[in-house]
């Protein structure tokens, strides 16, 4: 990762507090009634100017619904988001519009972001014109520098067919990144690509961050939110279970654990439990005395290790005065 300054100090460019969705799902029969499905259950984030986090976790587990919440692209069921310090969340869509310019979305899709008939030229000629407001003499060359800062120098009047997989998406990062965006957020930009495609998207999309821009990663590689990141939350049904910096601390929560172990058993895909922990069917850890527990509390973040390692995690078996490193025994 090119190295990036990061301001922690400084305010943050986001801010989630207790975050809750719930989606209302159908019944099976027409005369059944809607469930309530909760997808999010108390998420906090922050991110400060010039850091990269990592939100991680298996499908299903929130990240994607945590990222289009901070966009303002779904609404939260309660909880607040805060967009260098302004209420995001409760703004109307009309106050949003012309702020939107400056936190950006980078889709998991690029090709169907793109439009068909338009070239890599003209996808970032009009963004500039339409969102960015820069005058159409001077969108061109500023596009074309974009463009060829992305490696695509060769490829300005191509179709998004006439492109492979890479390159689809730097043309979604170079839209993008020609905004000078504050915030950036990255919904599996690499997923489907071969590891050297990977490596040179999230080159593209970190190296070219604007200086104090933040950005969140959803991925559900973890090679990436070590290599790429500055910090990491790993989230399971809906949570954060633990937050780590990686270049600090390894993960201790057993799930997390797992995730990030590349010889590990793969992540168990079995129910998780509704009551208590979700991990608890799983987890080697909740025997003797503390299945009980497990079993009858939800478990919240708590510091681990050095407070100046903002070492956070959720699980009853490792108590706030544990060392975050060396990590407990393996499950
Ligand atoms: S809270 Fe209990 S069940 Fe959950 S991860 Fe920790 S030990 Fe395992």
């Known amino acids: 990762m090119k190295a990036r300054t990061v301001q922690a100090d400084a305010p943050p460019v986001v801010t989630v507090q207790g975050l809750v969705k ?7 029969w027409p005369w059944s009634p809607h469930r309530e499905v909760p997808a999010v259950q108390g998420v906090d984030l922050r991110v400060a100017p ?14 994607t619904t945590v990222s289009r919440i901070v966009l303002g692209l779904e609404d939260p069921t309660a909880g607040a ?26 889709p998991q899709d690029a090709m169907g972001a793109l439009d068909p008939q338009q070239t890599a030229l003209e996808h970032i000629v009009e963004t500039l014109v339409v969102l960015g407001g820069c005058p159409r003499g001077e969108a061109g060359p500023r596009a074309q520098a974009m463009l060829e800062r992305l490696g695509l120098g060769a490829r300005l009047h191509a179709l998004p067919r006439e492109l492979s997989g ?24 690499t997923s489907g690509l071969d590891p050297d495609r990977r490596e040179s998207v999230l080159e593209a999309l970190i190296g070219n961050l604007p200086p104090g821009a933040g ?7 973890m090679s990436e939110a070590r290599g790429w990141c500055h910090r990491v939350l790993a989230m399971l049904a809906g949570r954060v279970i633990e937050e780590v910096d990686l270049s600090v601390a390894e993960p201790v929560h057993p799930y997390a654990r ?3 172990d590349p010889w590990s058993a793969p992540v168990p895909r079995g129910p998780l439990a509704t009551t208590g922990c979700p991990f608890r069917p799983d987890c080697p850890l909740a025997v003797g005395d503390l299945a009980a527990r497990c079993a009858a509390e939800v478990p919240t973040l708590r510091t681990v290790g050095p407070a100046a390692h903002r070492h956070r995690v959720a699980c009853h078996a490792l108590s706030a ?6 990590a407990p025994a393996a499950p």
């Open 81 to 106: 988001v805060l967009l260098e310090g302004q209420p995001w969340s409760e703004l109307p869509e009309a106050a949003r519009r012309p702020r939107r310019v400056h936190y950006q979305y980078v």
């Open 258 to 260: 797992i995730l990030f």
């Open 22 to 28: 719930t989606f209302r799902r159908a019944g099976r």
């Open 166 to 189: 890479g390159e689809q998406r730097r043309v979604t990062l170079a839209r993008v990144l020609a905004l000078d965006p504050r915030l950036v957020v990255a919904d599996e930009p």
């Open 215 to 221: 950005c969140i990663l959803v991925t559900h590689d």
């Open 50 to 63: 010039g850091e990269v986090v990592a939100l991680v976790g298996q499908s299903g587990s929130g990240k």
């Open 321 to 326: 005065d544990r060392p975050s490193s060396p």
